[in-house]
């Protein structure tokens, strides 16, 4: 995403409506937001509050990011959360390359492996980038039951 930003110009964190200009509900939002296309975020703010109204955009599913519960997208949920969470997701269709291991320094994590979390879409499918090497973009896909597409 990072890369995006620095080719295209796009921003890395998005108000939903640059995603989805299309949908109305997506105009006045301004206390949740995107991490490039594919990761929602919307923070509880309110210490008294351990649950929050998320919007879904779209029409393909979201995942909680820590317990993989699916959200529908294009709907409402209320999403509990403790302080200890923020209520992040991962768009249905997606990869997210992640490092798993804390560190308190970002020099130490030079050598931690990458997780790829793959979300799948309503119709089990997942749009592999065009960063990804057709070599890694091989691999991910040698599950039959999943159809990989090239974005």
């Known amino acids: 995403m990072f890369f995006e930003s620095h080719v ?13 200009p299309t ?61 200890d969470k923020i209520p992040v997701f ?8 992640r490092k798993m291991r804390l560190r308190r320094c970002t020099d130490l994590m030079v050598h931690d492996p990458y997780t790829l979390n793959v979300a799948l879409d309503s119709a089990k499918k997942v749009r592999i980038p065009q960063a990804v090497s057709p070599a890694l973009a091989r691999r991910c896909c040698d599950d039959p039951s999943l159809q990989c597409l090239r974005s």
């Open 8 to 20: 295209t110009g796009a921003p890395v964190m998005r108000p939903l409506w640059v995603e989805y």
């Open 23 to 83: 949908d109305a509900n997506t105009f006045g939002m301004e206390d949740q937001w995107l991490v490039g296309a594919d990761i929602l975020v919307k923070p509880i703010v309110s210490a008294q509050h351990r649950s929050v109204e998320v919007y879904f955009p779209g029409s393909e599913p979201w995942y909680d990011v820590v317990s993989w519960e699916r959200q529908p997208g294009g709907a409402r949920a209320l999403v509990n959360a403790e302080l």
């Open 90 to 97: 991962q768009r249905g269709g997606s990869i997210v390359p």
